[in-house]
C-alpha cells in the first residue's frame, strides 16, 4: 500500500468523525411578505438585516436558499420555528 493512499484513507476517517453538515433551507411562497420574512430570519436564524435581505431575494428569485448551516440538532429548532412562522423550510444535506 502506498503512502499517498494511507494518508487518503487517514483522511477520510477525520472528515467521517467531524460529520455532515447540514442545511436550513427556506422556500418561496406566494403568502409571506418579504417584511415578515426578513423579521423571521433576523429573530429564529440570528441574521443581520442585509443578511436577511439578501436571504429573502434570493428565495423569491430562486424559488429556494439554504440560509443556514451546521449540524441537524441546530438547524430543527430554527426550522420548526421558521415553519410555525408559516414558511416553508426543510433540513437537507
Not at 32 to 61: K, M, P
Not at 81 to 93: F, T
Amino acid at each position: 500500500m502506498s503512502k499517498e493512499y494511507v494518508k487518503h484513507e487517514e483522511l477520510l476517517e477525520v472528515l467521517d468523525d467531524v460529520g455532515t453538515i447540514h442545511k436550513l433551507i427556506l422556500f418561496n411562497d406566494d403568502v409571506n411578505s418579504f417584511d415578515h420574512v426578513i423579521e423571521c430570519l433576523v429573530r429564529i436564524c440570528d441574521h443581520n438585516e442585509i443578511q436577511a435581505e439578501q436571504s429573502a431575494l434570493i428565495v423569491h428569485y430562486k424559488g429556494k436558499a439554504t440560509v443556514k448551516s451546521g449540524d441537524r440538532g441546530e438547524l430543527a429548532a430554527m426550522c420548526q420555528a421558521l415553519c410555525e412562522e408559516g414558511l416553508s423550510a426543510v433540513i437537507g444535506e
